[in-house]
């Protein structure tokens, strides 16, 4: 059994995969039904409308997009994120397409260095004493 606090309300519960409480991840997907539906039937609205309108912080909406669960459509021209990189206007997310490739093709090239360093890690001793050879 693991048991840690919830990262919203800081209850202890039996840990099942999400750093969420059963009580609070429910309410979150409560949240985010009620946003989801009022942002179909009003494309137009701002995020301080559907705050108000859903009665959940603009914070909570804004993770949202951030988080990827909450997509935009083209109609929703009144809500808006910045691209955590570049500054470019994107419908959900943290990254653009162009900055997201880059960070992926720099990621890459990192692992593929550790890849390569990973094969000059072996060491290995000789025992005169057994003639083994020994690897660490």
Known sequence: MNIKNCKRCG?????????LCPECFNKDEE????IRDY???NPQATVVE?????DVEVKRILDFLK???L??????TNISLTCERCGKKILSGRYCESCSRELEKSLRSVLDVDKRDESFEKLY????KKDIKRKY
């Open 67 to 69: 988080e990827g669960r």
């Open 31 to 34: 949240d985010f039904v009620k």
């Open 50 to 54: 559907v705050s108000k309108a859903t």
């Open 11 to 19: 209850k202890l519960y039996n840990y099942t995969g999400f750093d």
């Open 71 to 76: 997509i935009l459509g083209s109609k929703n």
């Open 125 to 128: 001793l000789r025992d005169d």
């Open 39 to 41: 942002i179909e039937k």
